[in-house]
């Protein structure tokens, strides 16, 4: 089974696929792939420039 898990912040999404198998009577990640995206590239630029200046 395939499952997709999205938590939201403030500034950002992560977004998981999750691949669970049954163990039992139990379930067991076996794999976990995910991603990051930015919400706003304001928040993206402001924190570069004031790195950089």
Do not use: C, P, Q
């Amino acid at each position: 089974m395939i499952a997709k898990v999205t938590l939201k912040f403030e500034n950002f999404t992560k977004t998981d696929l999750v691949t669970l198998e049954r163990v039992g009577n139990d379930w067991k990640v076996s794999k976990s792939i995910n991603s990051y995206n930015v919400i706003s590239n304001n928040w993206w630029f402001a924190s570069h420039k004031k790195a950089n200046h």
